[in-house]
């Protein structure tokens, strides 16, 4: 069974570009949804937002992935140094490193992890998207300025059709929310487009 | 102990590399592609006299010296059919004959590195399709041979490709500065939000620093 949805009305187009999308080619990305970064960025409300679009993606056949990002003894030293407060890599097996319980991940996702911010460098994640033939990114993810942008710039590039859910990431201040998702959107969608929860939701249901 | 440099210095200055991005005519001259949306290119185009002083003493220093250029096969087939789409709706998109040439295709005039900042012999272009340096070329590689250590990432745009290559410098192990006075978006705004990204926590994915700073970490070390 395939569903097809109609184009969601975002910003800076309505998306996706050639309105070709449907529940076989598009997957719900939610990045770093990990209790320390919830706990760090008081991000509980992006985080139950998540959880409702993860909800409402299962209901559709649509795709949910989940990604984390944790360091390891014997990983690079680049990870390791970001230990200061704002933007914290968590070391994995940690109970900040965990998923937090609020996404309402059900054991159904893909998970994917990575050492940086960049969940597409060294984790086979593009591989895994084009084996299902998926062409079309929705983001949700924390910080939006972190790990969330670093995603979906290289997602981007590789040519994936690509939707921040503004109401499902939160940055490292509003300010930085903000300047995030305008750079985004910028010169016609430079890194996609932005788009709120309700329309994705409300796409999915019809 | 290095103010400069993310972490420590490089072992020696040939371990660094200036990384000069996209200073093109599509993207910072008259009669390029920015110019030829009817965008302001003063802000691209400020940067030149900054960028020169940075090769300058990339080159006294003894550093290597890399230069990007952004731009697809002449058969396009390197084009993302939403990258192209995205492009047009502006009237002239990636791929259609302009004031110089093809927009964004390798070999017009419009993909040429200005004159003022005309790379060196034994200088490494890198032509690239997307916006991060490394997506989808050997740049790495290029490093990983040279043993180039530590980045110091100049040029246009600081909101788009400058960022994406730091964001990516970062991922791929490089000790990574980008100097502010040496980097220009097409908005100032943009410009303004990424530099207060970079800065945060001290620096995410590497340092943010200046003209003056580099001169005196390369003064610094000696070979």
């Known amino acids: 069974m395939t569903d097809v949805f109609r184009k969601i009305d975002a910003h800076p187009y309505a998306w996706p570009f050639d309105g ?87 054991g ?35 910080p939006t300025d972190g790990l969330m ?58 | 102990m290095s103010v400069f440099w993310p972490q420590d210095p490089p072992e020696s200055l040939g371990k660094a590399a200036l990384v000069v991005i996209d200073m093109q005519v599509d993207f910072c001259a008259p009669g390029g592609w920015v110019d030829q949306l009817g965008e302001d290119v003063a802000n691209t185009r400020s940067v030149i006299p900054a960028v020169a002083e940075a090769l300058a003493i990339a080159r006294k220093g003894g550093l290597a010296v890399f230069h990007t250029r952004e731009g697809h096969k002449p058969d396009l ?19 259609d004959e302009g004031a110089s040439g093809r927009i964004l295709v390798r070999g017009e005039p419009g993909f040429q590195i200005v004159p003022e900042l005309a790379p060196l012999a034994g200088e490494t272009v890198i032509d690239k399709p997307g916006k991060s340096s490394f997506h989808a070329t050997d740049f790495d590689a290029r490093l990983k041979a040279q043993g180039i250590t ?27 500065v980008v100097l502010e006075d040496c980097t220009a ?23 943010v620093s200046n003209l003056q700073g580099f001169g005196g970490a390369v003064g610094g070390i000696h070979d």
């Open chain 1, 108 to 142: 159904s996702e893909t998970v994917f992890d990575h050492q940086g911010d960049n969940a597409f460098h060294g984790t086979g994640i593009e591989a895994w998207l084009r084996g299902k033939g998926i062409r079309n990114l929705l983001f949700a993810g924390l």
């Open chain 1, 20 to 106: 070709e999308w449907g529940s076989q080619d598009t997957a719900l990305l939610l990045l770093g949804f990990q209790a320390g970064t919830v706990a760090d960025l008081q991000a509980e409300g992006e985080a139950e937002i998540a959880a409702a679009l993860a909800a409402s993606a299962r209901n559709t056949g649509v795709a949910v992935v989940a990604t984390r990002r944790g360091y390891r003894d014997d990983h690079a030293p680049a990870a390791t140094r970001r230990q200061a407060p704002g933007d914290r890599i968590f070391k994995v097996d940690t109970p900040e490193w965990q998923f937090v319980p609020t996404i309402g991940l059900t």
């Open chain 1, 149 to 206: 942008h670093a995603s979906q710039r290289a997602a981007n590039d590789m040519g994936f059709e690509c939707l921040a859910i503004r109401d499902a990431c939160k940055g490292t201040s509003a300010a930085r929310h903000e300047g995030q998702l305008r750079i985004t959107a910028f010169g016609n969608g430079l890194f996609g487009t932005v788009a709120m929860s309700e329309q994705i939701i409300s796409a999915f249901s019809r």
């Open chain 2, 185 to 207: 978006a097409v908005e100032a705004p943009n410009h303004e939000a990424t530099m207060d990204i970079l800065k945060a926590f001290g620096g995410r994915w590497g340092s």
């Open chain 2, 77 to 95: 087939s390197d084009l993302p059919a939403n990258k192209q789409w995205r492009t047009r709706v502006h009237g002239l998109g990636i791929g």
């Open chain 2, 150 to 176: 530590h980045l110091v990432i100049v040029g246009v745009t600081s909101d788009c490709c400058v960022q994406s290559t730091f964001r990516d410098g970062y991922e791929h192990g490089y000790q990574c």
